[in-house]
């Protein structure tokens, strides 16, 4: 398998440190509001590459981080008159049914909360202070960047180019402008914890490199996030771990592309800010699954409502065809497994994983899947056997397992549907086709289209 990896710039093999055991990390969430789109694009982008190395046989161990302690947090519970834990035990319970909806639990996903580590991050910070890379200035610590060694080798600019245009916070307690803070003292209405400098919290950057230690690791395989964590938050997370630990921190960094909206970049400012919560309100977060895995990763992808309704209608003819099978297995007879069908699906399923392995090109991976739908549309029908059938219901359930899509349970419109068949099947021995024809129109507008066969009514959603 080959990952491109932001660190080298370049596609390299990847074999786990551990031979069957993959150990990732993927930045999460500040817990102080709904997450929006954005983030729900490195969230299934690599639950689908975990997905696929469990699919391959491996065991992973995969994190994702909640921040429950920075400037928004204290912000928002200081409006409310609230603890900033209770913001965060809120927002993380919305968090989990967002997570839900996009099949993000299917395995289990380790979540620490920053907070939780404290002791291990002031036992961190401690070791960096006496290896003479960080220092004490009016109860902060910053760490010294010209400490670190090859600091800017992730976003590959020297540290000028680095200090141009980024989120820089400058401070006359610094002793350089891009020293960053791993403990901040406390201020007036701040939560805080004690310490050898003070009483305070800890930095943005510092909490990431200690839940990985503690949970994964010195040395991890993969570390993962959008490309705007490049710079500064991922590279100072290399700055203070490699300086603390003196290996290296994560052997493979990937990094997701940015979303557009109407081919125009996200932000609250423009009005084209759109929450997961909003989304669900119009379509199942299974259909924004599918969207995000439509496009290269690494590229920007473009949110629509037009593009949305687009996956809406792809997804539903994979869907189409898993009913199919569901209804041709109900009369289905005992017989001969096909040489043929196994064959063609047996090359689709080397396309899918030939396509995931190529840098987790989910794209073509649906192909396959749609490959696989069209096999199943032309070769089955109810003269198959029942163990073509099965055949070609493992493949396609397997394969989309791993994409994390088709997990969508039954509607209750279903039983309607069923009712109004019925009735409508009733109305034709009667002879009453003018009510027949009525039920067939009342299903259309429901978004239903019915097809009679001599094998009954078979239904599918449209």
């Given at each position: 398998?080959?990952?491109?990896?932001?660190?080298?710039?370049k596609?390299?093999e990847?074999?786990p440190?551990?031979?069957?055991?993959?150990?990732?990390?993927n930045?999460?969430?500040t817990?102080?509001?709904?997450?929006h789109?954005?983030?729900?694009?490195p969230?299934?982008?690599?639950?689908?590459l975990?997905?696929?190395?469990?699919?391959?046989g491996?065991?992973v161990?995969?994190v994702?981080?909640?921040?429950?302690?920075?400037?928004k947090?204290?912000?928002k519970?200081?409006?409310e008159?609230?603890?900033?834990?209770?913001?965060?035990?809120?927002?993380?319970?919305?968090?989990?049914v967002?997570?839900?909806?996009?099949?993000?639990?299917?395995?289990?996903?380790?979540?620490?909360?920053?907070?939780?580590?404290?002791?291990?991050?002031v036992?961190?910070?401690?070791?960096?202070v006496?290896?003479?890379?960080?220092?004490?200035?009016?109860?902060?610590?910053?760490?010294d960047?010209t400490?670190?060694?090859d600091?800017?080798?992730?976003?590959?600019?020297?540290?000028?180019?680095?200090?141009?245009?980024?989120?820089?916070?400058?401070?006359?307690?610094k002793k350089h402008?891009?020293?960053?803070?791993?403990?901040?003292?406390?201020?007036?209405?701040?939560?805080?914890w004690?310490?050898?400098?003070?009483q305070?919290?800890?930095?943005?950057?510092?909490?990431c490199?200690?839940?990985?230690?503690?949970?994964?690791g010195?040395?991890?395989?993969?570390?993962s996030?959008g490309?705007?964590l490049?710079?500064?938050?991922?590279?100072?997370?290399?700055?203070?771990s490699?300086?603390c630990?003196?290996?290296?921190?994560?052997r493979?960094w990937?990094h997701?592309?940015m979303?557009t909206?109407?081919?125009?970049?996200?932000?609250?400012?423009?009005g084209?800010?759109?929450?997961i919560?909003?989304?669900?309100?119009?379509?199942?977060?299974?259909?924004?699954r599918?969207?995000?895995?439509?496009?290269?990763?690494?590229?920007?992808?473009?949110?629509?409502?037009d593009?949305?309704?687009?996956?809406?209608?792809?997804?539903?003819?994979?869907?189409?065809a898993?009913?199919?099978?569901?209804?041709?297995?109900?009369?289905?007879?005992?017989?001969?497994?096909?040489?043929?069908?196994?064959?063609?699906?047996?090359?689709?399923r080397?396309?899918?994983?030939?396509?995931?392995?190529d840098?987790?090109?989910?794209?073509?991976?649906?192909?396959?899947?749609?490959?696989i739908?069209?096999?199943?549309?032309?070769?089955?029908?109810?003269?198959?056997?029942?163990?073509?059938?099965?055949?070609?219901?493992?493949?396609?359930m397997?394969?989309?397992?791993?994409?994390?899509?088709?997990?969508m349970?039954?509607?209750?419109?279903?039983?309607?549907?069923e009712?109004?068949?019925?009735?409508r099947?009733d109305?034709?021995?009667?002879?009453?086709?003018?009510?027949?024809?009525?039920?067939?129109?009342?299903?259309?507008e429901m978004?239903?289209?019915?097809?009679d066969?001599?094998?009954?009514?078979?239904?599918?959603?449209?």
């Amino acid at each position: 398998m080959k990952l491109y990896n932001t660190l080298t710039r370049k596609k390299e093999e990847f074999k786990p440190i551990e031979p069957g055991h993959v150990r990732m990390y993927n930045c999460g969430p500040t817990v102080y509001n709904f997450i929006h789109v954005g983030n729900a694009r490195p969230l299934v982008i690599f639950d689908t590459l975990r997905r696929y190395f469990i699919y391959k046989g491996l065991e992973v161990k995969f994190v994702v981080n909640f921040t429950d302690i920075d400037d928004k947090m204290i912000k928002k519970a200081n409006e409310e008159g609230v603890q900033v834990s209770d913001i965060a035990d809120r927002y993380i319970k919305e968090f989990k049914v967002d997570a839900n909806g996009l099949h993000l639990y299917d395995y289990e996903t380790i979540n620490p909360r920053a907070t939780h580590m404290i002791k291990e991050m002031v036992e961190f910070i401690d070791t960096l202070v006496k290896k003479g890379a960080a220092y004490e200035s009016n109860g902060d610590v910053y760490f010294d960047i010209t400490k670190a060694k090859d600091y800017g080798k992730l976003s590959k600019k020297n540290i000028e180019e680095l200090m141009s245009g980024a989120r820089i916070d400058v401070s006359e307690h610094k002793k350089h402008p891009g020293d960053f803070a791993l403990w901040k003292a406390k201020k007036e209405g701040e939560p805080y914890w004690d310490s050898p400098w003070s009483q305070g919290r800890p930095g943005w950057h510092i909490e990431c490199s200690v839940m990985a230690k503690t949970i994964l690791g010195d040395t991890i395989d993969i570390h993962s996030g959008g490309e705007d964590l490049q710079f500064p938050h991922h590279e100072n997370e290399i700055a203070q771990s490699e300086t603390c630990n003196g290996v290296p921190f994560a052997r493979f960094w990937l990094h997701n592309g940015m979303i557009t909206v109407d081919n125009e970049k996200m932000s609250k400012s423009k009005g084209n800010f759109f929450t997961i919560r909003e989304v669900s309100k119009e379509f199942d977060l299974e259909v924004l699954r599918y969207f995000l895995l439509t496009a290269n990763y690494r590229n920007p992808i473009n949110f629509s409502r037009d593009i949305m309704d687009q996956c809406k209608n792809a997804l539903q003819r994979i869907y189409n065809a898993k009913e199919e099978l569901e209804n041709l297995m109900k009369d289905a007879k005992e017989g001969i497994e096909s040489k043929n069908l196994k064959e063609k699906l047996e090359e689709e399923r080397k396309f899918f994983e030939a396509s995931m392995e190529d840098d987790i090109n989910t794209a073509d991976a649906l192909t396959a899947i749609f490959n696989i739908v069209k096999i199943i549309n032309t070769d089955l029908n109810e003269n198959s056997s029942k163990e073509d059938l099965l055949l070609a219901q493992n493949y396609l359930m397997k394969l989309t397992k791993v994409l994390g899509i088709l997990e969508m349970e039954k509607e209750d419109i279903d039983s309607e549907v069923e009712n109004l068949i019925k009735e409508r099947e009733d109305a034709r021995k009667n002879k009453d086709f003018a009510k027949a024809d009525q039920i067939r129109d009342k299903l259309k507008e429901m978004g239903i289209e019915i097809k009679d066969s001599r094998n009954g009514t078979k239904w599918t959603r449209i």
